[in-house]
């Protein structure tokens, strides 16, 4: 993992230097200073900042300058990512004061999270006015300006012209969004900076304590983790924001660094253990969440013997896969109709913007002020608060709905002691027009509502609704005046939150009441289990159940409706038969198992290159079958092309042995001649065949006037009908005698 990192990051910095090569190819023979007005307040550096890399992490300032111009490389923006690196970078600003008045400023590394800082000030012969140096691997009172990042102070005399140097070295990612500030906008830019911090810190504090005297009234849980959470969040933005550093550990250098994994950590877990309170995560899902979290913690311990900055990378990609993953997770349970989902899918959204903001700040999209700096902190506050009151109005409404089910059960117990209280079965009388009479406990509790009037007021006048599909409701009713009753008929019915469900329902014709008015007596049982098992049962009958792809009855089931398509429409499909090459080795020499294995991770690797392109199955073995709707010959001649290449690239490692594939596709094109699923499945596994007499691992393109194909068919063809006549016991066997020509009588053999 460490080593894939670094590639990425070297690549990323290849990528980033060719991008500011290009784009200051004409600027870097002749630096330009920037001038600085009397009335300066803010500058940026793009374009006027030079940099390059010490890979021997040993050039002294005066040997920098020393080097060549075209060493250098001009900064076109006004925060420079240059990744993970563990070289040193030198930047290079010339100023100039052409002013009458002298000039006090204060130049500013807006990046807390950097290892070590040096910066010299220069005058026009390159001779040394001043120089610091700070970086969070140095107690806090190293810098210059008590600052969350590092600000340095420097006067410039009239007509003055000097040049800036920082050396910057860093284990964790090379961000430098350096400006000059007037000394007196800095220091009022710093205030407001402070005061923006502190109250916005602030509100995260206030929230979580909240929380936590609101789980010590209710000892609900849920509070408790989400005080957990706001913690958490709390604690990573001021270690990320040089906050930490400052008012809580000034002097612990060692342990800044190791902060932000656990910063990192804690607000993981944080996230992990709210979600898990606040949403119904469970089974393979709620594991998956389990072990993203576990994989932060034991990275923990890493710190002392792995790279810093890989780790950093590693536990945030981790932390991003864990957000996401919940956030698709909740919004798939609010399009079922979870409400606390919705609320919480929604509550996401400004923490998404902010992140966003801080994002384009970053790439320099849109520009930097006191007010986008903090769009990340405040935006997250606003989610927080979001969410804190959802948690609250949540806990209101279940509290409610307990008290209400609980007095409902008291006023009925007696009424309905025997029918209602005691029954399983869900009991409703309803009226001919559709109309609610009356429901027992167990009928509301299977349709997911509190309460009576709850079902009432929902589906009271319109028992319609209940139906998944509403015309349901008068084929029973129509069934039912036919036949004086019903039993044991299947119905798919819809959950107060909107999920459908399963029951076997029976009903009768009844009379009600003094006038004799016609009404319709119910009984029904949930079989949402069983029809689960029954869903599964036909999952099995068309899966694969090493792959979970489709299996070859389903494939076949597929294609005639594929078929039929062709026959009927003027559509574009096309099949591929994939045979894998040199499978057979592997599970001779390392055992079926480790072949399935082998077969798993194809399967993972081929869905992930179709990307949804196709219906892919398992036709047995190492053979795989692909249907691609709307794609034409030349369509599917590419997409085979990126199946045989990714095959082709793809290695598989066993007890230290590296093992090559191939794969062989045959490819037919679907026609109105094709007459039967048998005539395509005969022709692509021709054409496969076709492909491995050719060389193997190649793709062969049916076509009805190829003569190699058409004696390749007839073969196939020809040992078919052997096969078959064989078993069948088909063949007989005849004899001709021999005898001499001059002695008919006389055999010779």
Same mark, same amino acid.
């Given at each position: 993992?460490?080593?894939?990192?670094?590639?990425?990051?070297?690549?990323?910095?290849?990528?980033?230097?060719?991008?500011?090569?290009?784009?200051?190819?004409?600027?870097?023979?002749?630096?330009?200073?920037?001038?600085?007005?009397?009335?300066?307040?803010?500058?940026?550096?793009?374009?006027?900042?030079?940099?390059?890399?010490?890979?021997?992490?040993?050039?002294?300032?005066?040997?920098?300058?020393?080097?060549?111009?075209?060493?250098?490389?001009?900064?076109?923006?006004?925060?420079?990512?240059?990744?993970?690196?563990?070289?040193?970078?030198?930047?290079?600003?010339?100023?100039?004061?052409?002013?009458?008045?002298?000039?006090?400023?204060?130049?500013?590394?807006?990046?807390?999270?950097?290892?070590?800082?040096?910066?010299?000030?220069?005058?026009?012969?390159?001779?040394?006015?001043?120089?610091?140096?700070?970086?969070?691997?140095?107690?806090?009172?190293?810098?210059?300006?008590?600052?969350?990042?590092?600000?340095?102070?420097?006067?410039?005399?009239?007509?003055?012209?000097?040049?800036?140097?920082?050396?910057?070295?860093?284990?964790?990612?090379?961000?430098?969004?350096?400006?000059?500030?007037?000394?007196?906008?800095?220091?009022?830019? &710093?205030? /407001?900076?402070?005061?923006?911090?502190? %109250? +916005? #810190?602030? !509100? *995260? =504090?206030?929230?979580?304590?909240?929380? @936590?005297?609101?789980?010590?009234?209710?000892?609900?849980?849920?509070?408790?983790?989400?005080?957990?959470?706001?913690?958490?969040?709390?604690?990573?933005?001021?270690?990320?924001?040089?906050?930490?550093?400052?008012?809580?550990?000034?002097?612990?250098?060692?342990?800044?660094?190791?902060?932000?994994?656990?910063?990192?950590?804690?607000?993981?877990?944080?996230?992990?253990?709210?979600?898990?309170?606040?949403?119904?995560?469970?089974?393979?899902?709620?594991?998956?969440?389990?072990?993203?979290?576990?994989?932060?913690?034991?990275?923990?311990?890493?710190?002392?013997?792995?790279?810093?900055?890989?780790?950093? &990378?590693? /536990?945030?990609?981790?932390?991003?896969? %864990? +957000? #996401?993953? !919940? *956030? =698709?997770?909740?919004?798939?349970?609010? @399009?079922?109709?979870?409400?606390?989902?919705?609320?919480?899918?929604?509550?996401?959204?400004?923490?998404?913007?902010?992140?966003?903001?801080?994002?384009?700040?970053?790439?320099?999209?849109?520009?930097?002020?006191?007010?986008?700096?903090?769009?990340?902190?405040?935006?997250?506050?606003?989610?927080?608060?979001?969410?804190?009151?959802?948690?609250?109005?949540?806990?209101?409404?279940?509290?409610?709905?307990?008290?209400?089910?609980?007095?409902?059960?008291?006023?009925?117990?007696?009424?309905?002691?025997?029918?209602?209280?005691?029954?399983?079965?869900?009991?409703?009388?309803?009226?001919?027009?559709?109309?609610?009479?009356?429901?027992?406990?167990?009928?509301?509790?299977?349709?997911?509502?509190?309460?009576?009037?709850?079902?009432?007021?929902?589906?009271?006048?319109?028992?319609?609704?209940?139906?998944?599909?509403?015309?349901?409701?008068?084929?029973?009713?129509?069934?039912?005046?036919?036949?004086?009753?019903?039993?044991?008929?299947?119905?798919?019915?819809?959950?107060?939150?909107?999920?459908?469900?399963?029951?076997?329902?029976?009903?009768?014709?009844?009379?009600?009441?003094?006038?004799?008015?016609?009404?319709?007596?119910?009984?029904?049982?949930?079989?949402?289990?069983?029809?689960?098992?029954?869903?599964?049962?036909?999952?099995?009958?068309?899966?694969?159940?090493?792959?979970?792809?489709?299996?070859?009855?389903?494939?076949?089931?597929?294609?005639?409706?594929?078929?039929?398509?062709?026959?009927?429409?003027?559509?574009?499909?096309?099949?591929?038969?994939?045979?894998?090459?040199?499978?057979?080795?592997?599970?001779?020499?390392?055992?079926?198992?480790?072949?399935?294995?082998?077969?798993?991770?194809?399967?993972?690797?081929?869905?992930?290159?179709?990307?949804?392109?196709?219906?892919?199955?398992?036709?047995?073995?190492?053979?795989?079958?692909?249907?691609?709707?709307?794609?034409?010959?030349?369509?599917?001649?590419?997409?085979?092309?990126?199946?045989?290449?990714?095959?082709?690239?793809?290695?598989?490692?066993?007890?230290?042995?590296?093992?090559?594939?191939?794969?062989?596709?045959?490819?037919?094109?679907?026609?109105?001649?094709?007459?039967?699923?048998?005539?395509?499945?005969?022709?692509?596994?021709?054409?496969?065949?076709?492909?491995?007499?050719?060389?193997?691992?190649?793709?062969?393109?049916?076509?009805?006037?190829?003569?190699?194909?058409?004696?390749?068919?007839?073969?196939?063809?020809?040992?078919?009908?052997?096969?078959?006549?064989?078993?069948?016991?088909?063949?007989?066997?005849?004899?001709?005698?021999?005898?001499?020509?001059?002695?008919?009588?006389?055999?010779?053999?």
């Amino acid at each position: 993992m460490t080593f894939l990192i670094r590639q990425f990051k070297l690549i990323q910095f290849a990528f980033i230097l060719f991008i500011n090569t290009v784009c200051s190819q004409s600027l870097t023979n002749n630096q330009q200073a920037l001038a600085l007005n009397s009335q300066v307040k803010s500058l940026s550096t793009a374009y006027y900042l030079y940099y390059l890399k010490d890979e021997t992490n040993r050039l002294t300032s005066s040997e920098v300058l020393q080097l060549p111009k075209d060493r250098w490389t001009v900064s076109t923006t006004k925060s420079l990512n240059l990744g993970t690196e563990l070289s040193t970078f030198w930047f290079r600003l010339k100023l100039i004061n052409p002013n009458d008045k002298q000039l006090e400023l204060v130049a500013l590394n807006n990046y807390a999270p950097t290892d070590k800082v040096e910066f010299f000030l220069l005058d026009s012969n390159d001779a040394e006015l001043v120089r610091f140096l700070t970086g969070d691997r140095l107690p806090h009172s190293s810098r210059p300006i008590e600052h969350l990042s590092y600000a340095f102070p420097f006067s410039l005399e009239p007509k003055q012209e000097a040049t800036l140097l920082f050396k910057i070295n860093s284990r964790g990612n090379i961000i430098v969004p350096i400006t000059v500030w007037s000394e007196i906008e800095f220091f009022e830019y &710093q205030k /407001d900076f402070f005061i923006i911090f502190g %109250l +916005l #810190i602030g !509100i *995260l =504090i206030i929230t979580s304590f909240y929380n @936590l005297i609101v789980y010590f009234q209710t000892n609900e849980k849920l509070f408790l983790s989400f005080a957990f959470f706001i913690i958490s969040v709390a604690f990573l933005v001021s270690h990320q924001s040089g906050m930490a550093m400052l008012y809580l550990w000034p002097t612990a250098t060692n342990f800044n660094q190791f902060g932000a994994l656990l910063s990192i950590t804690l607000g993981i877990w944080g996230l992990l253990a709210f979600s898990l309170s606040y949403l119904p995560i469970r089974g393979k899902f709620r594991k998956f969440c389990l072990f993203i979290a576990g994989i932060c913690l034991l990275i923990l311990p890493s710190y002392s013997v792995l790279p810093y900055g890989p780790l950093v &990378q590693l /536990d945030l990609l981790l932390g991003m896969i %864990l +957000l #996401i993953s !919940i *956030l =698709i997770y909740s919004v798939k349970l609010s @399009l079922a109709g979870d409400s606390a989902a919705k609320t919480y899918s929604l509550a996401w959204t400004p923490f998404i913007i902010g992140t966003l903001i801080s994002a384009l700040i970053r790439f320099d999209i849109i520009p930097y002020s006191i007010y986008t700096e903090f769009a990340g902190l405040f935006f997250a506050v606003i989610t927080i608060i979001w969410l804190s009151m959802a948690i609250a109005e949540r806990i209101n409404t279940e509290k409610s709905s307990r008290i209400s089910a609980q007095h409902l059960a008291i006023s009925n117990l007696k009424k309905y002691e025997e029918l209602f209280e005691h029954s399983v079965e869900g009991i409703f009388t309803s009226s001919a027009e559709g109309k609610l009479i009356r429901a027992n406990p167990a009928f509301i509790k299977m349709l997911g509502y509190s309460n009576e009037k709850s079902l009432f007021d929902v589906v009271g006048d319109n028992l319609r609704s209940l139906y998944k599909y509403h015309y349901q409701r008068e084929n029973i009713i129509s069934e039912l005046q036919d036949k004086g009753e019903i039993v044991d008929k299947e119905v798919e019915l819809v959950r107060a939150d909107g999920k459908t469900f399963w029951v076997s329902l029976s009903m009768r014709i009844a009379k009600s009441g003094d006038d004799q008015d016609t009404v319709f007596e119910g009984a029904m049982i949930d079989i949402s289990t069983r029809k689960e098992s029954e869903n599964k049962l036909a999952y099995l009958a068309a899966h694969d159940p090493l792959t979970n792809l489709f299996n070859r009855r389903e494939f076949e089931v597929q294609l005639a409706d594929a078929l039929a398509e062709i026959h009927s429409l003027e559509s574009k499909i096309s099949v591929l038969y994939m045979d894998l090459d040199q499978f057979k080795v592997v599970n001779d020499t390392c055992g079926h198992t480790v072949g399935d294995k082998l077969l798993r991770q194809l399967t993972q690797l081929m869905t992930a290159t179709l990307n949804e392109r196709g219906l892919l199955a398992r036709l047995g073995g190492d053979e795989f079958g692909l249907i691609l709707r709307d794609c034409d010959q030349d369509a599917a001649d590419h997409i085979a092309e990126e199946i045989r290449s990714m095959i082709e690239d793809y290695r598989f490692t066993y007890k230290n042995r590296v093992f090559s594939l191939g794969i062989s596709i045959g490819l037919v094109e679907l026609t109105s001649g094709f007459d039967s699923i048998e005539d395509v499945m005969s022709f692509a596994d021709t054409a496969c065949y076709a492909a491995k007499d050719a060389g193997r691992n190649r793709i062969h393109v049916y076509s009805s006037n190829n003569i190699e194909f058409e004696k390749r068919r007839h073969e196939m063809e020809l040992v078919t009908a052997i096969n078959s006549a064989i078993a069948k016991d088909h063949f007989q066997l005849y004899r001709q005698k021999i005898v001499y020509n001059n002695n008919q009588d006389k055999l010779h053999g």
